[in-house]
């Protein structure tokens, strides 16, 4: 009898665990909320064009900015009958051309609470830029009569507040407009209030019901919604992150066919579904309009509420009644979040590199990384213990494959208690480490934000004494369920809690930790598995009384700088951090890396990770990447090439699988992987054909591993050319990886290939994205040809080539009129390069001329902050390459050198075949000859090559070509 208990006991617990499972790791589409499970979204949509009755009085210059009170109509027509309390909008100027526009509650009107302001995005250099505004003109519409105050913006461009209805827009001094907000009178801010005993309003105001969770609203429905229109334009993008394509599709509109607004809600969705607008891990509410008639614009909606956006076709409003400008397209919008306040940036462009340099501006410029970050990752769920991790280090020397990081998951620690090992499998972490660090390489262990509830658990115990952790709406520590069981969330918002987190990662408090060891923040949406849409309620309680409903999309940005500081802060506090973050939210850009979570090992997956890397790009995630070989699943052999093929020229470059997946190593996967090899073949085990068949599948499985080896070394070739184009992004805010139209603005064949994409100004790579392709169709835009970045091979610019593919590797493509710095010698990792020295590929243009830069730092410090550092341009133009200094003044005395040279310099297009290299200022020569873009080339063109000039890197030079 108590046998059969047992059993019963253990099949419910199977089958409970089995459930839970399901619920987590599966799309479950019934499992989230569509729009009309949204009371604010259903709400905001059914709001039909002209609702707004608003207009702006009492307008005036107050502190710099222009500011008004919003009013409707009857309330200032009657005076003595006012039954809304008025909302204060302020219009305020920035040095860099941005226009900022907040509207908010009236304080004078007593409102129950203050609005939920998101706290530390925008930069302190942003606010030190303001204009102080000292007057404004008004002007009158002569078609309508219709009153407007008109303030300086920039050269060329101004801000115009019109009065009634009220509308906010940017126009060009010319008079043609940029982005206008409420031009369709869509606009809408429910106000606080308070529940009264004899209140007989909607109950939906005041509580919410889904799937058995209930939401409470003590300060009934709260939401915000306007319409945003973009003139001039022919696509809209931005606001990731969604798994769909990079321009944004329509959601509604004449002859479209209606669909879910793009929803910015931070959600753990594992295995997710491509072309979805459903959303994803992270939110940035953040829009780039693009088109060739007048340009880029952005628009930024510092709000981290969950938010839903509508992309209006063309004519949807055809029977509204409101005149807008005819002499301009446009693209109109509609934007709805449940909570906060209106805190918005208009940013001008005109081109797409100044909206990002705008943005940046605004909410930070992406960090720095250090140069092993920017390498190739090894990561699983998980490597089992100390024996495996040595193994997979070992071979990865034996197949002479380079990697710089290992990364270990949950299950390395003792019953998931963060901050702990498991000692039976990881006796020795600190010499495990220290292995690893030997060779230049380094470890990456998890963090997530759930506590287990354990009271002998040091970290739950402190935080339980210390008043730590998110409250539930009654007051009470929120207790979730995650990985641990019974969990707690230290509540991030608030900076004390942020300091002894941060705390937490000093190698005092993190026994066994090194400093060759970082860090990965998973599971930080906040991912709650019995919570309702697996996260947090959203009546759950914050410091200073924010609701979670208010922060949620930042929960992750705030885990993720304190984990960022603390590591930081440990040891000497000069190294550069490295955390990879799943949440992300706007500013998440300037704490560390960021990737597309939980996707699946499938061909439309790999098609789908350009379109979702480059949206984090244009919206400040610089540093982000995809799951090489797909979270879930097992990929065929095919599929994983092409994915490393690709994957190497993400600007964050890590394989990862999924524990339940078979082991994929490099040099793991091939044929035998899907056929199998083993004793079953009884007595044909000896025979001739057996053996055959074994040889074959030997040798297929060899030519897998290499081509991955292939596609690994070439992003290690390609390090110095990545580490310059994150410097860029660390300075100016243009992405690493670039929508083509990007490079292109004028080009409207860009504007919607989201197949092919730039890496920095010089490199076009084209992803192979169905099994079995024979052949690629690959634009190559611009007027300058294209040359092979393997064969050296020319192709024309401007126009579509059908290539036939081969599986060596995806099409990439070196722009002419560019020169990129490359180091060719393999090593087992990024650090062991450092001192190698470095070739330089000259693709010459039409007019045999090319440029190119070189950054060069320590690659881990912050001594480059104080210039520390080397910067060099090339150019070559009249048969002379020059190495010109880019860098500025040493701050504070910093000083970095470097004794590499450049020993190779490869001439592409060079019209003539000159004998002899003349070196000034030194008066060398070196000699040209014939060699081949690569080394170790099988295939291809010889090129003009100069061997060995030895030019010291940070040096001015001057090679003549004679």
């Given amino acids: 009898m108590k046998t059969q208990m047992r059993n019963l006991t253990l099949l419910l617990f199977l089958l409970l665990l089995f459930l839970l499972c399901s619920s987590v790791l599966s799309w479950k589409k019934e499992e989230f909320r569509n729009c009309n499970q949204t009371p604010f979204c259903k709400r905001a949509r059914a709001r039909n064009p002209g609702s707004c009755s608003l207009s702006a009085r009492d307008i005036r210059i107050e502190n710099g900015d222009l500011k008004a009170k919003l009013l409707p109509r009857e309330d200032h027509q009657n005076p003595d009958q006012v039954h809304s309390k008025p909302l204060i909008l302020s219009l305020s100027v920035n040095g860099d051309g941005i226009l900022r526009l907040k509207i908010d509650e009236d304080p004078n009107s007593d409102p129950p609470k203050k609005r939920f302001e998101v706290p530390d995005v925008i930069v302190e250099e942003f606010d030190r830029k303001k204009l102080w505004l000292q007057r404004h003109s008004t002007e009158v519409d002569s078609s309508s009569s219709s009153k407007s105050s008109v303030v300086f913006l920039s050269d060329g461009y101004e801000a115009v507040l019109r009065h009634d209805p009220f509308e906010v827009y940017v126009r060009e001094k010319g008079g043609k407009r940029v982005i206008s907000l409420n031009s369709h009178g869509l606009f809408d801010f429910e106000q606080l209030k308070v529940k009264k005993q004899d209140d007989n309003g909607d109950d939906e105001d005041w509580e919410e019901k889904f799937r058995g969770h209930t939401d409470t609203r ?18 809209v993008y931005g606001i990731p992150e969604h798994a769909t394509s990079l321009a944004l599709k329509p959601t509604r509109g004449p002859g479209v066919e209606e669909s879910e607004p793009y929803r910015l809600f931070n959600l753990d969705v594992f295995e997710y579904v491509h072309e979805s607008p459903f959303g994803l891990y992270g939110s940035i509410p953040f829009m780039i309009s693009h088109g060739k008639s007048r340009g880029t614009s952005g628009f930024f909606w510092l709000n981290s509420a969950e938010m839903q956006i509508d992309v209006l076709g063309a004519g949807w409003d055809a029977e509204s009644g409101i ?32 909206v990002a340099r705008q943005y940046t501006s605004v909410t930070g410029m992406p960090s720095l990384p250090q140069l092993f970050a920017t390498a190739y990752h090894q990561c699983r769920w998980n490597y089992r213990d100390e024996e495996d991790v040595e193994n997979v280090d070992s071979k990865f020397d034996e197949h002479d494959i380079p990697y710089d990081v290992l990364w270990l998951d949950i299950d390395h620690t003792d019953g998931k208690r963060y901050f702990t090992w498991d000692r039976v499998l990881f006796p020795h972490p600190e010499e495990m480490q220290r292995k690893l660090s030997a060779k230049g390489r380094h470890m990456v262990t998890i963090v997530d934000p759930h506590i287990k509830r354990d009271d002998s658990y040091f970290l739950h115990k402190e935080a339980s004494q210390k008043g730590y952790y998110v409250k539930d709406a009654n007051g009470n520590v929120y207790d979730g369920w995650c990985w641990p069981g019974s969990s707690s969330y230290p509540d991030m918002l608030n900076p004390e809690i942020r300091s002894w987190w941060a705390e937490k990662f000093s190698f005092e408090n993190y026994v066994g930790s090194t400093p060759s060891l970082y860090i990965w923040n998973d599971m930080n949406e906040p991912s709650v598995f019995n919570g309702p849409e697996v996260t947090m309620p959203r009546d759950a309680l914050h410091h200073g009384g924010v609701e979670h409903r208010e922060v949620h999309n930042a929960y992750g940005y705030y885990f993720h700088m304190a984990t960022s500081d603390g590591l930081v802060k440990r040891g000497d506090g000069n190294d550069r951090p490295f955390v990879l973050s799943r949440a992300v939210f706007a500013g998440s850009q ?29 919206t400040g995630m610089s540093f982000s990447g995809a799951d090489v070989g797909g979270f879930f699943g097992n990929p065929e052999t095919e599929l994983l090439v092409r994915w490393y093929q690709i994957g190497a020229f993400y600007p964050f470059f890590r394989a990862h699988a999924h524990h339940d997946t078979k082991r994929r190593e490099p040099w793991l996967f091939g044929m035998a992987l899907k056929y199998g090899v083993g004793c079953a073949a009884g007595v044909q085990l000896m025979s001739f054909t057996f053996i055959t068949q ?20 070439m992003r290690y070739m390609l390090l110095p050319y990545f580490y310059t184009l994150f410097r860029e992004a660390n300075t100016t805010g243009v992405p690493v990886a670039r929508p083509l139209w990007m490079e292109f603005p004028s080009d409207e064949a860009t504007f919607i290939n989201d197949e092919a994409f730039m890496v920095g100004n010089s490199l076009l790579v084209q992803g192979i994205y169905s099994e079995r392709a024979k052949h690629v169709s690959v634009y190559l835009p611009g007027k300058e040809s294209w040359y092979d970045l393997r064969t050296g091979a020319v192709y024309k610019g401007g126009m579509t080539h059908k290539l036939e593919v081969t599986e060596e590797t995806v099409p990439a493509f070196q722009r002419a009129g560019t020169i990129i710095p490359r180091k060719d010698r393999f090593r087992r990792s ?94 060398k020569t070196a000699e040209i000859e014939l060699g081949p873009l690569f080394l170790k080339s099988r295939r291809g063109n010889d090129f003009l090559t100069i061997r060995r000039p030895n030019l010291p890197v940070a040096g001015d030079w001057t090679i003549k070509i004679l």
């Fill in 323 to 354: 005149s807008l400008p005819s002499s301009q397209s446009r693209i109109d919008t509609f934007w709805m979040s449940e909570a906060g306040v209106v805190d918005a940036f208009f940013f001008i462009g005109p081109g797409p590199k100044d």
């Fill in 218 to 235: 003590p300060f009934g429905s709260q939401s915000i919604s306007f319409d945003v229109s973009f003139y001039g334009a022919d696509f």
């Fill in 694 to 713: 074994v040889l074959v599948i030997m040798q297929n499985l060899e030519r897998n591993t290499e081509l991955i080896r292939d596609a690994i070394r």
């Fill in 830 to 923: 990024s650090t062991q390069m450092v001192n190698d020295p470095y070739t330089l590929v000259i693709a010459l243009n039409s007019s045999q001329k090319a440029e190119g830069e070189l950054y060069i730092d320590d690659g881990r410090s912050f001594a480059f902050t104080k210039g520390a550092y080397i910067h060099r341009r090339f150019v070559f133009t009249d048969g002379k390459l020059m190495s010109l200094n880019l860098a500025t003044s040493a701050l504070g005395g910093a000083q970095f050198s470097s004794e590499c040279v450049i020993e190779r310099i490869i001439l592409l297009g060079h019209s003539a075949v000159p004998k002899i290299a003349l070196i000034e200022p030194d008066d």
């Fill in 590 to 618: 300037r704490i560390g890396a960021v990737w597309t979570g939980d996707n699946t090992a499938e061909w439309e997956h790999l098609r789908v990770s350009v379109p979702m890397i480059l949206s984090l790009g244009l």
